[in-house]
């Protein structure tokens, strides 16, 4: 048995759409051809096809967030996912999604927010916990998101060095503000009344 060439599927299933244009299958069929040739427009326009026809699959709505995510459309990425995630809450690469969508957009609350489902979906998600760290350290919540990174690494992430010297660059800075609290507090206290 031979193994099918990329070109060979899209060819496949564009023949399967022909022979069964109302089949959102077959449209989907031909969304993952052409997300694998890397023709992102191309997908695209499949999964949308697929769920014209039905608005239930949700499979498709996960793909049509990934290939908009690939083609950095953030809130496109966001709608089709929280879709998916309207139908079935327990998919769990649409929920990473949105937090990859959230993170390019900024969003640290949502990107710690996606990522605290992925992990309650899936503990062993490294990715997952690495990407929680980040949107816990844009937050301010060191110590989880240290937390986090701990258990990312353990499951085998490694971390990026701009992560890494951004959490050391904030816990440098708490510890600063905190000492300064500390000075402030000692030399700032009441003093007694020599009347009394």
Wanted: aromatic residues 6%; proline residues 3%.
């Amino acid at each position: 048995m031979t193994s099918e060439s990329k070109e060979g599927r899209v060819q496949r299933c564009l023949s399967e759409v022909e022979k069964h244009p109302d089949s959102a299958t077959a449209q989907f069929n031909l969304g993952l051809a052409y997300t694998a040739q890397g023709f992102l427009n191309r997908s695209e326009a499949a999964y949308r096809k697929a769920l014209e026809i039905d608005p239930d699959l949700v499979e498709a709505w996960v793909n049509l967030g990934g290939s908009l995510l690939l083609k950095w459309d953030f809130e496109g990425a966001l709608e089709a996912n929280r879709e998916a995630v309207k139908r079935r809450d327990d998919l769990l690469l649409a929920h990473y999604n949105m937090g990859q969508a959230h993170l390019y957009l900024g969003d640290a609350e949502g990107l710690a927010r996606c990522c605290r489902r992925v992990v309650a979906l899936d503990p062993e998600h490294a990715a997952g916990h690495y990407h929680l760290a980040v949107g816990l350290l844009a937050l301010g919540q060191l110590q989880e998101a240290r937390e986090s990174l701990g258990r990312a690494m353990s499951l085998g992430h490694r971390p990026t060095p701009e992560f890494l010297r951004g959490l050391e660059r904030a816990e440098k800075e708490t510890e600063m503000r905190q000492s300064k609290l500390v000075t402030n507090i000692g030399a700032d206290a009441p003093q007694e009344s020599k009347e009394k």
